[in-house]
């Protein structure tokens, strides 16, 4: 079971006033790109940041991880996911689709045609419903994950998700207990354009630092991962492996 939907399991059996400091290090005071203030952690730690910190703990635990991290083929899925993570924001943030275009429509019954000068709504929904999915993929996929460093790129992630969360709702879009991402595409097309290109659009939008942040954890995976040879010796990340030298020896 995916340690995101397991924390009811784990949340009375272990010391909340556990140092957690590690998994923060380098973080600044908050601000709106998901800073963080370990004398503020208290007030948050029954939310998303602290569920996954728990979900880390809980199970280094139980199943007293590795030191290798993650295998190769959670390594795989972590990266997949965060690419299409990062392809999915860039293409939210693209100008070209915060643009009026030249929309045409037909009437059915005429048959005649008129064009009018619009946002493509239609495209702005597919973006945005890829944008979720993907972020739920890589939820999906960090949860089950033995790195800490990918864990700690996704306790920020999470909470940038979170900082934004009452202007995502304006636009329909919901977070979930999970932590992943529900569209409700008649809510998101009867939003303000305004709204929606500044959660999505520009350098500093939340699908930026969402692309930012889907390549931090995509590296946290490979550099953190380790790969046994046959003869017991391992290579520190797989990055550096060939497909075909991993076939051979592991």
Same mark, same amino acid.
């Given at each position: ?7 009811s399991n784990y949340?009375?059996?272990y010391?909340?006033n ?5 998994l ?5 005071t908050?601000t709106t790109?998901?800073?963080?203030n370990?004398n503020?952690y208290?007030s ?5 940041y ?9 199970r280094?635990?139980?199943?007293k991880?590795s030191?290798?991290?993650d295998?190769k083929?959670k390594?795989s !899925?972590? *990266?997949?996911?965060?690419e299409? /993570? @990062?392809?999915a924001?860039d293409?939210? +943030?693209?100008d070209?689709?915060w643009?009026?275009k030249?929309?045409?429509?037909k009437?059915?019954?005429?048959g ?10 239609k495209a702005i929904?597919k973006?945005?419903n ?5 972020y739920n993929?890589?939820?999906?996929e960090?949860?089950?994950s033995?790195?800490k460093n990918v864990l700690r ?7 940038i ?8 709702a304006k636009?329909g879009i919901?977070i979930g207990?999970d932590?992943?991402?529900?569209v409700?595409?008649e809510q !998101?097309? *009867?939003t303000?354009i305004?709204t /929606? @290109?500044t959660?999505?659009?520009?350098? +500093? ?6 692309s930012q ?5 995509g590296?946290?995976a490979v550099?953190?991962?380790s790969?046994y040879?046959?003869d ?6 797989l990055?550096?492996l060939?497909?075909s030298k991993?076939?051979?020896e592991?």
């Amino acid at each position: 079971m995916s340690r995101i939907n397991d924390f009811s399991n784990y949340s009375n059996k272990y010391n909340t006033n556990q140092d957690y400091s590690f998994l923060f290090g380098g973080a600044q005071t908050p601000t709106t790109s998901g800073g963080f203030n370990l004398n503020d952690y208290a007030s948050i730690k029954n939310g998303s940041y602290g569920k996954l910190l728990k979900a880390y703990y809980a199970r280094q635990n139980a199943d007293k991880i590795s030191a290798t991290g993650d295998s190769k083929q959670k390594v795989s !899925l972590i *990266k997949n996911s965060s690419e299409q /993570l @990062k392809k999915a924001s860039d293409a939210l +943030n693209c100008d070209s689709l915060w643009e009026k275009k030249k929309i045409q429509t037909k009437d059915e019954k005429t048959g005649e045609v008129t064009e009018t000068e619009d946002y493509d709504w239609k495209a702005i929904t597919k973006a945005v419903n890829s944008f979720a999915e993907s972020y739920n993929d890589v939820i999906e996929e960090v949860g089950e994950s033995d790195s800490k460093n990918v864990l700690r790129n996704s306790v920020y992630m999470t909470g940038i998700m979170k900082s934004n969360e009452k202007l995502l709702a304006k636009a329909g879009i919901k977070i979930g207990k999970d932590n992943k991402l529900e569209v409700d595409e008649e809510q !998101l097309k *009867k939003t303000d354009i305004s709204t /929606l @290109k500044t959660l999505f659009s520009g350098h +500093n939008s939340l699908a930026s630092k969402m692309s930012q942040k889907a390549s931090s954890i995509g590296n946290a995976a490979v550099s953190g991962a380790s790969v046994y040879t046959k003869d017991g010796t391992y290579l520190d990340t797989l990055s550096s492996l060939s497909s075909s030298k991993v076939d051979k020896e592991v």
